[in-house]
Each structure stands twice: as structure tokens, then as C-alpha cells.
């Protein structure tokens, strides 16, 4: 920690033996990690205290954000998981657990709008369900890091509609832009989605006013999320991004990997389609081949 030099040498003896009389409070914990966890967070909490001298109006604001960040959270928003987001702990939480490992396709943040017991579609089905935006046709193959194809592994696929917005922040009620499905015996996927749109996270709380006063835009890159399983292999958590896209470098939850980056070709109306779909107006198209790294031993 750097030394302010307003701070005593006697001010600063005294606000160390407090940060020890707290660590210590701990000896006593049975479970190692949870020492390890709780007196690592006391020593990081009170260093950023220390070296930005805190004031206790600045404290109580702190107090007051984290307040507004539970009661507007409920169980189809988290506001935390936004915090962390945009603070890219989420990110650096998922580097940490998810090392490089050969050509395995990388990791990006999980975000606020997983639902559990999405609709199954079959092979070339429709995941919109009625979502607003342009078709998109999406297919791919699941493979392990030998290369060997996955058959059955299952596939989690949501997005947005047009207007930036997930099924669940509407009052409605409706399922829309979700589903789940399993890949055939060489391993291959496809579906039916949306040409994801750029839209803002939930900014009418207290993480989007944060980036309001710190002069940040909410706004996220286009994507498509992914969550792929197959016994054996370490579960993935990922988006694909749209080629092109201004707000590459710019997204507010710092997701964006250029592996993950990917054209969306968009087809001319009338364009016949890959599983012969009559479709009025234009459509796009991409392939998104993921590689599945090996379960943890």
C-alpha cells in the first residue's frame, strides 16, 4: 500500500493493528478456504479503504448503492451480477477458471438473463418463439478438444429481440428467444435465432446511474449466448459477437474475445435456406464450431 503522507507513522500503526485484530478474528474458522477467503477480503477491503482515505459520507453512499442493488433485485434481475459485470469481476472470474487449453473455445460472461427450463427445440427448429428481429440461421458442431464429435450435448441458446430486450423484462410472461437442444451423432447443431442487435444492460437502477456519473455507456456488444454441456467436459458459458460491430471494443461488461467474434452474412430476400424455409425479407447466417476442454479431474 502506498504511504499518504498526510498519514502518521503513529495513524498508520494504528490502522494496521486493526486490519491484524480483524484477520486474526478468523483463526479460529474450521474451513481453510473460507479463512482464506474471508481475512484475503478483510486485507483487500481495508488497503482500498487506507490508501483512498474513505470518508464516512463516501462510506454511507457506498452503504446506500448496495442497499438500492438488493431492493431492486428480484428473480428475473440481478443487479449484482451487473455490478460485477461492469466492474469486470465476472471477467476476471472467469479467466481464472477457465484456462487456456488448447484450441477449447473461450469462456465470456453468463449475464443476468438465464432462465432455467427453456423450451427444447429440435435440430433446425425455431428458438424465437415469436421474438422480434431478423431470422438468423446458426449451426455448428460441438466437439472435444481431440476433435472427436459429441453426440447429445446440449446446447442452451438466448438473446435479445430487435428492441434490446430479454423475455423476462417484459410484464407478459412470455418465453421468447430461448431454448435448449442436443447435437446429432457427428456432433452437429443448428437453429433458427435472431441477427443479434446492440442493446443496453438495465440501466434504470443504481449500476446504471454508477456509469452515468463515471460518464460510461451501458450499451453491450451484439450476441448470441451459449451454454454447451456434455459429460466429461468442462462446461462452457459463452457468447458469439457480430463482425463489425462498433461496439466491439467498447462493451460495458468487457465480453468481448476476438476468437468469439463472428460474420453474420446476411442473405438477400428470397435467398433459398439451408432447410428450405420460405422467408419474405432478408436473413443472415453463421457458423459457430465450439471445442469443449476436459472436466476437471
Known amino acids: 500500500m502506498s504511504e499518504h503522507p498526510e498519514v502518521s507513522p503513529a495513524q498508520q500503526q494504528r490502522e494496521e493493528e486493526l486490519v491484524e485484530r480483524v484477520v486474526s478474528s478468523f483463526d479460529a474458522c474450521p ?47 440481478q443487479e449484482f451480477i451487473l455490478l ?4 469486470g469481476a465476472s471477467m476476471q472470474t472467469i479467466a481464472v ?6 484450441e477449447a473455445t473461450e ?12 423450451p427444447e427445440i429440435e435440430l433446425g427448429g425455431d428458438m424465437a418463439f415469436g421474438a422480434t428481429g431478423e431470422p438468423c440461421w446458426v449451426e455448428g458442431t460441438v466437439r472435444d478438444h481431440e476433435g472427436r464429435p459429441l453426440a447429445g450435448a446440449l446446447l442452451e441458446v438466448w438473446e435479445a429481440d430487435e428492441d434490446g430486450r ?30 443479434p442487435t446492440p442493446y443496453p444492460i438495465p440501466d434504470d437502477g443504481p449500476v446504471g446511474r454508477m456509469l452515468d456519473a463515471v460518464g460510461r455507456s451501458p450499451m453491450r456488444a451484439s450476441h448470441l449466448h451459449f451454454l ?16 463489425g460491430d462498433p461496439l466491439l471494443d467498447a462493451d460495458s461488461v468487457f465480453g468481448v474475445k476476438d476468437s ?32 469443449l476442454a476436459p472436466g476437471r479431474l
Open 31 to 77: 474451513d481453510p478456504r473460507l479463512k482464506e477467503l474471508m481475512t484475503g477480503l478483510v486485507r483487500h477491503v481495508h488497503a482500498f479503504i487506507r490508501e483512498t482515505r474513505l470518508t464516512e459520507e463516501e462510506w454511507g453512499e457506498a452503504i446506500a448503492f448496495l442497499t438500492a442493488a438488493g431492493h431492486i433485485t428480484d428473480d428475473q434481475r
Open 228 to 243: 454447451v454441456s456434455h459429460p466429461g467436459c468442462r462446461t462452457l458459458v459463452t457468447h458469439i459477437f457480430v463482425e
Open 260 to 291: 468469439l467474434v463472428k460474420r453474420f452474412e446476411r442473405q438477400p430476400a428470397g435467398t433459398p435456406t439451408p432447410d428450405g424455409r420460405t422467408i419474405e425479407g432478408t436473413w443472415s447466417r453463421t457458423r459457430f464450431d465450439v471445442v
Open 107 to 118: 469462456a465470456t460472461v453468463f449475464g443476468p438473463f438465464f432462465v432455467e427450463g427453456s
Open 84 to 87: 460485477s459485470d461492469v466492474l
Open 166 to 195: 430479454y423475455d423476462v423484462q417484459y410484464d407478459d410472461g412470455r418465453t421468447a428467444a430461448r431454448a435448449h437442444l442436443r447435437t446429432d451423432d457427428d456432433g452437429g447443431y443448428r437453429f433458427w435465432g435472431i441477427t
Open 97 to 102: 477458471n477457465n484456462e487456456a487449453y488448447g
